[in-house]
């Protein structure tokens, strides 16, 4: 009975030691949960911690799209070329041809310019005569004709520059006069549609000077 009793003293102690082991296991358990929650509460999170990143601004050595300055030809020194149309007397239905002229027409290389006229008083019918190196029908633009507007461009094809005499004829425009007899009208050079430009050898821009010419009908 003795040795039974003592069996039973150890079991009973030995349960009561693994017992003590569990709750003390559990214990720690519990408490590295909560200091797990605290922690978790906080800390804030990754990416509320991390600010946005903002897209890095332009430094003023950046060369903004689009600013490099058009290429503009440096101003002539010689004289203006003078554009002159002929004046006219004419009886009204009669057809009637006017002389282009030039003065200080020297190395040139290119020009271009437009030619006005009231179209109530002339009808334009072609241009010809052509005195000018290079230059032809090809060289007009007459799609606006029926609004008193005729344009032209000239080019040296060969770039080697043209000079003409002074009071020389490069073309004619003929029109039909259609304006009542008593009446007078002219025909000048103006700066549109086609801009006013003409440029020498040297590839200097060179000034026009336009002089009208005056048509009085008989």
Request: charged share 20%; with cysteine.
């Amino acid at each position: 009975m003795k040795t039974a009793k003592t069996i039973f003293s150890g079991i009973a102690l030995l349960l009561l030691l693994l017992n003590s082991i569990a709750f003390t296991g559990c214990k720690q358990t519990d408490s590295q949960e909560e200091q797990s929650a605290e922690t978790a509460a906080t800390t804030p999170q990754a990416d509320a911690e991390a600010p946005a990143t903002a897209a890095p601004a332009a430094t003023s050595s950046e060369s903004p799209v689009g600013t490099r300055p058009a290429y503009v030809p440096p101003k002539a020194t010689q004289n203006p070329l003078t554009l002159g149309v002929s004046n006219q007397r004419v009886k009204s239905g009669a057809p009637l041809c006017l002389d282009i002229q030039v003065a200080d027409f020297d190395q040139l290389l290119s020009m271009q310019y437009s030619v006005k006229w009231d179209p109530t008083m002339l009808k334009f019918k072609s241009v010809q005569n052509f005195q000018l190196p290079g230059l032809g029908p090809e060289d007009f633009g007459a799609h606006r004709a029926a609004e008193g507007t005729l344009t032209s461009v000239w080019i040296d094809e060969n770039l080697q520059g043209v000079t003409v005499a002074d009071g020389a004829t490069i073309y004619q425009i003929c029109y039909d006069v259609v304006g009542a007899s008593g009446k007078t009208t002219e025909v000048m050079f103006s700066d549109g549609p086609t801009p006013f430009e003409v440029v020498n050898l040297k590839e200097e821009v060179v000034d026009i000077k336009g002089v009208a010419g005056r048509v009085t009908i008989n």
